[in-house]
């Protein structure tokens, strides 16, 4: 193999493996979160939501690519007698790793665990200035719902975006859609 080959084979999104997120890896996040972030979460906001995954109302994973955390992502989950829902908290990718498919594997994965929990639905806010997100949630059924206004450190909008109706076999045809142009 070519060392070109390597390099490209090295970073593409095949080559990443996602696993649940472990207090250990909050060395690896902290940087990346606090390049991410006017007003980045703490080591101690990360801790708590660790401890209430333990409980199963929330659910953290990361990207690896190689041993190198590349990014991370986290749901909530909450109860609704007309349906189970579920809220992304943050999906962050390394600035270098961007536009590389990390954040559609970890949509992926998060779209996984969403329908096998038996939600009905999944929201979240995003920067309006943020268009690059807002493509990719829209590749995975999200739509614009409302807008928070002065959400993001009381300055920016933030558009509140849902996915409905994912437990239709239309949406597993889009995730496995999606999933095809992935890997």
């Known amino acids: 193999m070519s060392v070109l080959a390597r390099l490209l084979s090295a970073s593409s999104p095949e080559e990443l493996s996602i696993s649940a997120m472990k207090r250990r890896d909050l060395r690896e996040i902290m940087p990346i979160e606090q390049g991410a972030y006017p007003r980045p979460w703490s080591r101690t906001v990360f801790e708590s939501e660790l401890d209430r995954a333990r409980s199963g109302d929330r659910h953290y994973i990361v990207a690896r690519a190689g041993r190198e955390l590349v990014g991370y992502a986290g749901l909530w989950f909450v109860a609704d007698p007309a349906g189970d829902q579920a809220h992304v908290t943050n999906i962050v990718v390394a600035p270098e790793r961007r536009r590389q498919g990390v954040g559609t594997r970890l949509m992926l994965e998060l779209a996984d665990v969403v329908v096998g929990r038996g939600c009905v639905a999944w929201t979240l806010e995003v920067r309006v200035s943020s268009t690059g997100a807002q493509d990719l949630y829209r590749r995975f059924g999200f739509a614009p719902a409302g807008v928070r206004r002065r959400y993001y450190e009381n300055t920016e909008d ?26």
């Not at 933030?158 to 999933?179: F, H, K």
């Open 158 to 183: 933030a558009i509140v975006m849902w996915c409905e109706d994912i437990q239709t076999p239309g949406y597993s045809e889009r995730l496995a859609e999606l999933r095809r142009g992935a890997l």
